[in-house]
């Protein structure tokens, strides 16, 4: 009964975040992005401290892909210019901090990254408010490809 129940709920979260991710604008989908790497390592440090080496891996691991496959890739360099390029440059520096934190255990490394995360999260609301007042469909040139 349990596995019937809990598979079913992982079914509802799928169906609900497929559909977030279907009708989410381009801001909000950065935003989500960030949300997944601030909880992957907030796991990642979680599962660190509680010495689950493999749950630890695996949260970094999900974290650094969500930076390099999702963050990273969304930039458009040509478009977003000095902008892009800079959060390129930082999005490499969050992924090599993050498996330096994995290989050292060290949970103050993956503090940093949340840090700098929740940080660009932060300016990203503050951006996406303004263009929203101003225009629904406006996102900042550094991500123009998404």
């Known amino acids: 009964m349990f596995g019937t129940t809990s598979r079913g709920v992982n079914a509802y979260a799928k169906v609900g975040l497929e559909t977030g991710v279907t009708s ?16 992957a390592i907030m796991t990642g440090i979680t599962q660190m401290k509680a010495g689950n080496v493999q749950e630890k891996g695996n949260a970094i691991s999900k ?6 496959d999702g963050l990273k890739a969304s930039l458009d360099k040509e478009v977003g210019g000095e902008i892009a390029r800079n959060l390129d440059a930082l999005y490499d520096y969050m992924s090599r901090r993050l498996l330096e934190a994995n290989i050292k255990n060290d949970p103050a490394i993956l503090d ?8 660009l999260r932060d ?7 303004a263009n929203t007042a101003a225009n629904t469909n406006a996102q900042p040139a550094a991500f123009a490809s998404m």
């Open 24 to 39: 989410a604008s381009p801001h909000k989908l950065i935003v989500m992005l960030y949300d997944g790497a601030l909880a």
């Open 63 to 68: 974290a650094i892909r969500i930076i390099d």
């Open 112 to 119: 940093e990254v949340r840090g700098l995360l929740a940080d």
């Open 123 to 129: 300016t990203w609301n503050q951006i996406g408010g």
